[in-house]
């Protein structure tokens, strides 16, 4: 049984997948449908949608990811709808020549899709990439890969905000300060959530896309901890200049599949931002519990230093940025912040009906990959929500599927993320820069 377009429609989250789930429904003619999110202010501050910019790649070794990017692509590039907010920069990916490796894989779909490619065979073919008033460090060293010219990046808080004004033109409804703290469920079907201020809501369908907050807002329904781990990734920003900003205005997105390292090229604003994909950190604010659950620490809950990533991640970034761009690896970052996200072990994403429970629907575990999708991944979970995803697709995104494959892997180089209580976070010294060189370009 799969609920229908008059019938109403709770969403818990305000992000991609819930707000790109708003906007689809009310498209399709649902008519009674109700977004709600616990920050006071949206975007909220410290959701993983809301940042700078974000990747826009087809570069997947999983040809669904591929073709579905390419699909939103195509999204982004309607300005009537989207204004200027996607760049068309290029993603450069590095790794090995190990032909079996995600890099390689990526290529051959991307091939496969149509797409412009240029391959390189060695890291010094890759530098041909980069302007003359681009020096280019140690990285490209023994490295191969390609660049995809249909790629780049997007201003990500700018399209949440945008897909949010459609929803409430369409009719949606959505509400700020409004914390879930749990489900109303009677005969084993879910009806509606509790909230923080006593109150409650009723609803025939409760979609839960409440992202890095899922496990530990939901405690009192099984969540695998394979598929609802929240994990925090150390980002951090570099203003440059307007002659800095200038040398790197139209260089490529870089990401280094070898280390998790990537870096964009400079915003409007001069702001250059810098990153690690995996494998991140956990937090475990209640350790006297039986089933510990890593919760987000941000500025919500840490506003003194909840922007603060970790020493050893400042120093990673650093270096990692001495390999890429090292005329700029020694100025001061900016700003440093972890941004949280639930992952599922195998990468893929969560959309289902909870198992035996015909009133909950579950969109989350984007896995650090989701925002690119924003356009049309309301589109997936809409299908799911209607009953109308292909089987196979189905049991990709299943709830109750089986892991066939662990991303944490050690013997693959791919480490579990570390605790956080055992990390030193960086303070405001340490975004200093290390030296007074010279960083001119060239």
């Known amino acids: 049984m799969v609920v229908s377009s008059d019938e109403s429609v709770l969403i818990v989250g305000a992000g991609c997948f819930g707000i790109s789930t708003a906007y689809h429904l009310l498209q399709r003619g649902f008519t009674d449908v109700t977004v709600l999110d616990r920050s006071e202010t949206l975007p909220a501050s410290d959701a993983a949608s809301t940042d700078i910019n974000k990747v826009v790649r087809t570069s997947y ?28 920069c290029g993603f450069l990916a590095l790794d090995s020549t190990d032909e079996r490796l995600y890099v390689s894989k990526a290529y ?21 990439v980069f302007p003359d008033s681009v020096k280019t460090g140690p990285a490209f060293e023994g490295a191969s890969g390609y ?27 959505v509400m700020s300060g409004k914390a879930v703290t749990g489900l109303i469920r009677q005969d084993g079907r879910t009806s509606g959530v509790t909230l923080a201020d006593g109150s409650s809501i009723s609803a025939s369908l409760v979609v839960i896309a409440s992202g890095s907050w899922t496990a530990s807002t939901f405690r009192d329904i099984d969540l695998d901890d394979k598929k609802f781990v929240s994990t925090g990734h150390a980002i951090a920003t570099i203003q440059l200049t307007q002659e800095e900003a200038a040398w790197y205005r139209d260089v490529p997105v870089v990401f280094d599949f070898r280390t998790g390292f990537y870096i964009f090229p400079p915003t409007d604003d001069n702001i250059v ?3 690690f994909h995996g494998p991140g950190v956990v937090h475990y604010p209640a350790r ?11 500025v919500s809950s840490h506003r003194d230093d909840g922007q603060s990533i970790t020493l050893s991640s400042l120093r990673r970034l ?11 690896a020694e100025k001061p970052f900016a700003t440093t912040r972890l941004c949280w996200y639930t992952e599922s072990s195998d990468s893929d994403w969560v959309i289902g009906y909870y198992p035996s429970d015909p009133g909950l629907l579950l969109a989350t575990s984007g896995s650090g990959h989701a925002y690119k999708f924003l356009p049309v991944i309301g589109r997936i979970v809409s299908d799911a929500i209607e009953g109308k995803l292909e089987p196979a697709i189905a049991q990709k995104f299943a709830v109750d599927r089986n892991q066939t494959e662990d991303r944490f892997d050690p013997s693959r180089g791919i480490l579990r993320p570390v605790d956080l209580i055992t990390e030193p976070l960086c303070t405001p010294e340490d975004l200093l820069p290390y030296s007074g060189q010279d960083i001119g370009g060239g």
Request: hydrophobic fraction near 40%; charged fraction near 30%; avoid cysteine.
């Open 61 to 88: 070794s999983d040809i669904f990811y591929a073709q579905l990017a390419r699909d939103a692509i195509q999204e982004w590039k309607k300005k009537d709808e989207w204004g200027d907010i996607y760049r068309e």
């Open 108 to 128: 051959v779909n991307d091939v496969a899709l149509g797409l412009r490619t240029v391959k390189f065979s060695s890291g010094d073919a890759m530098r041909t």
């Open 147 to 173: 660049l995809n010219l249909d790629s780049g990046w997007v201003f990500a808080t700018r399209g949440v905000e945008m897909m949010m004004s459609r929803v409430l033109a369409l009719g949606g409804k």
């Open 273 to 275: 931002k810098l990153a």
């Open 288 to 298: 006297d519990t039986d089933n510990p659950v890593s919760t987000p620490r941000t």
């Open 318 to 328: 650093r270096s990692s940025l001495r390999g890429i761009y090292p005329a700029i």
